[in-house]
């Protein structure tokens, strides 16, 4: 029998070059502007009505086959600003200007080339078997998916008043499991993240006369160890909570006493409540170390980005589960608790008002995980040579990956998909 599969093998090979050129030329978020052309050349090539520059540097790809439900397909483009130490022979080297204008190194950090890599390879097979089903394709390639703002950008830039309204939307990310598996799991699915930029004033001064100032470097340090507390303190042992401090900046001399210090913030929670509850903590500990300080004015607390919990449509995951089971028999997980990190594509169902389904596929070799049971595995328990996302030695193999990223993406499409 026939199935939209088919051919995949041939394929695979030019998805496989795909992938290592895009990891070795990753962009920063909103100017993803060689990727997006090279997934607006491939959809072209395959058949697609393409649009391009939607919501910044979003390429959205249209296929419309007869009378039958939209399905959108996400994919997200965007790298980051962090050094590559993979050692892979396609390693990126590339530096770019960041937000403030000083060149930063570029890195594939969080496999968003191989979810491009994995969607044009589903909108190609997608394109070769268009009897094998009908409706209509929506192949979304979102910008900036690290500042948590590109999916609502493509949202403001009237996705789906152009471009119609899906009947679901199904994504997926790669992860540190073992390649050629998926899971996924109803509900809440990644959590909620909150950033924040915190600057606290101070009095600048001489290095050697601080009685004189009023120092915020001191007042950021006592910071940074309260924050410690909201979690271990305020939120309770079976609710769940992350604050990181991720970057403090202060001074531009050891004997100068600088007029300011920033601090920024990432906070994950999982519950409306915990969220509230958390962020309140966070402004009051910093107006009270201010004050502690005798800090000459209040803090300033500005929100940076705000992503909500991504939650799949219990219906929705049923469904689509059967049809991941049916194309990769053995290979399809429950994914036993939420995970921490945090996406911005639920805003794409939230918009539409359609049912969300978001899962992720192993990119590390199989043999790697062997004796070692991934069922609430927790990530500080990784086995040797796996890397998390986001680190600098982050390296999903090559193979079978992406043929893994593509065979579930065209999966759970055609579940949503009508027939013939």
Known sequence: MTDVTDGLETALPALHDLYRDLHAHPELSNAEHRTAGIAASWLRDAGYEVHEGVGGTGVV???????????????????????????????????????DGVDVPVMHGCGHDSHVTGLLGAAGQLAA?????RGTVLAVFQPAEELGTGAQAMIADDLFARFGTPDVCLGQHVAPLPAGFVAIRPGPTMAASDGLRITLFGRGGHGSSPETACDPVVMAASLVVRLQTVVSREVGAAENAVVTVGYLHAGTKENIIPETAELGLSIRTFDPGVRARVLAAIRRITAAEAAAAGAPREP?????????????????????????????????????????????????????????????????????????STVGLSLADLPPGIAFNHSPAFAPAVAPTTETAVRALVAAAVAWLGTP
């Open 61 to 99: 790809g249209l296929l419309r086959n007869g009378d039958g439900p939209t399905v959108l397909l996400r994919a997200d483009m965007d790298g980051l600003p962090l050094r590559e130490e993979s050692g892979l022979p396609y390693a990126s080297t590339v530096t770019a200007p960041g937000p």
């Open 300 to 372: 300033l607390v500005e929100v940076t980005t705000e992503v909500p919990v991504t939650v799949n449509d219990a219906a929705a995951v049923e469904r689509t589960k059967a049809a991941l089971t049916t194309a990769l028999p053995g290979r399809v997980h429950h994914l036993p608790v939420p995970l921490p990190g945090s996406e911005d594509f639920g805003h794409f169902a939230a918009a539409a008002g359609v049912p969300s389904v978001f899962w992720f596929y192993g990119g590390y070799d199989a043999e790697l995980f062997r004796g070692i």
């Open 129 to 133: 078997h268009r009897d094998l089903w």
